[in-house]
C-alpha cells in the first residue's frame, strides 16, 4: 500500500509558477500511475494530469496543456507538477493520487477518478488576479 503526501502549494500571482510534489509514504511509486486532480469551492474534483508507471507517459487535461508538466524523479520517490502561468481558474485544492499500474492504458482510464486507491490530503493552491 502506499500513501501519497503531496507538498508545495501557496499564493501566487497570475502569471506565476508553482511546483506541487507528490511523495509516497509507506514505499516506492514504483508500478504506480500518478495522477493529479484538483476541486475548485463548489466544483467537481478534476483530472488534471497523470504519468504511467510504464513508460512514463504523461496526459493532461486541455485546459493545463502547454503550461503544466509532470514528471517523476528517477528513483520513483516523487512526482512533480510543474505549474507556470498560472491563472486565477487554477485555484483549487490540489490531489495527488496512485493506482497500481497496468499495461492497458489510455487518457480515458487515467483521468479516471475511480481508478485510484490511494488519495492524498490535497494542497492549497491560490492564484491572484
Known amino acids: 500500500q502506499v500513501q501519497p503526501v503531496e507538498s508545495g502549494g501557496g499564493l501566487v500571482e497570475a502569471g506565476g509558477s508553482l511546483r506541487l510534489s507528490c511523495a509516497p509514504s509507506g514505499r516506492t511509486f514504483s508500478s504506480y500511475d500518478i495522477a493529479w486532480f484538483r476541486q475548485a469551492p463548489g466544483k467537481e474534483r478534476e483530472f488534471v494530469g497523470a504519468i504511467s508507471g510504464i513508460g512514463g507517459v504523461a496526459y493532461y487535461t486541455d485546459s493545463v496543456k502547454g503550461r503544466f508538466t509532470i514528471s517523476r524523479d528517477n528513483t520513483q520517490t516523487t512526482v512533480y507538477l510543474q505549474m507556470n502561468r498560472l491563472k486565477p481558474e487554477d485555484t483549487a485544492v490540489y490531489y495527488c493520487?496512485?493506482?497500481?499500474?497496468?499495461?492497458?492504458?489510455?487518457?480515458?482510464?487515467?483521468?479516471?477518478?475511480?481508478?485510484?486507491?490511494?488519495w492524498g490530503q490535497g494542497t492549497q493552491v491560490t492564484v491572484s488576479s
Open positions: 493520487a496512485a493506482a497500481f499500474t497496468s499495461s492497458v492504458i489510455s487518457s480515458v482510464i487515467v483521468s479516471s477518478r475511480s481508478r485510484y486507491d490511494y
